[in-house]
């Protein structure tokens, strides 16, 4: 997650240097955009820092997202995960306020719920399947966040 924030802050600063070294830092461990809104944040990223995208043929593997919630909004996506292997998701709110995380497997069994400004959920899926990742935001007022799934 420290990269994710290292790469915003310096593109925010305009520290083409910083970013750049971030963004080599990101594709070193493999970590890729889920969703338009990383997608697009990441084309800025590298146009600030004039790195080309990366392309890549893995279907499965870590990646991130960014993104801003309004206030008591509610956003679900589905990831699957493979049977035996250890998954994590990791959730950090930028502004400091606390977001709500729940997971939840094919069967609709919770696997994780919490509430913090950073938080991480760990499991080791029985099977390989989908799994219901649900962001929310209980507060008042908006919040961004970075998401990292692996």
């Not at 305009?14 to 944040?41: F, K, Q, Y």
């Not at 801003?68 to 709110?93: N, V």
């Not at 400004?117 to 007022?141: A, G, M």
Request: proline share 5%; aromatic share 6%.
């Amino acid at each position: 997650m420290a990269v994710l924030y290292r790469a915003q802050s310096a593109y925010e600063d305009g520290d083409r240097a910083a970013l750049s070294l971030a963004l080599s830092r990101l594709d070193a461990v493999g970590l890729h955009p889920v969703g338009e809104e990383a997608n697009d944040i990441l084309a800025r990223w590298r146009a600030a820092a004039d790195q080309p995208a990366i392309t890549r043929g893995r279907i499965l593997g870590p990646g991130f997202m960014v993104g801003e919630l309004a206030p008591k909004e509610e956003r679900a996506l589905e990831q699957t995960f493979l049977s035996g292997r250890g998954a994590a998701i990791s959730l950090s709110a930028l502004e400091g306020r606390p977001l709500e995380i729940s997971v939840r497997d094919s069967s609709d069994q919770s696997l994780c719920r919490k509430v913090a400004e950073r938080v991480t959920c760990r499991w080791v899926p029985l099977y390989t399947h989908r799994h219901t990742i649900t962001l929310r935001n209980p507060n008042t007022k908006k919040t961004r966040y970075q998401l990292v799934i692996d």
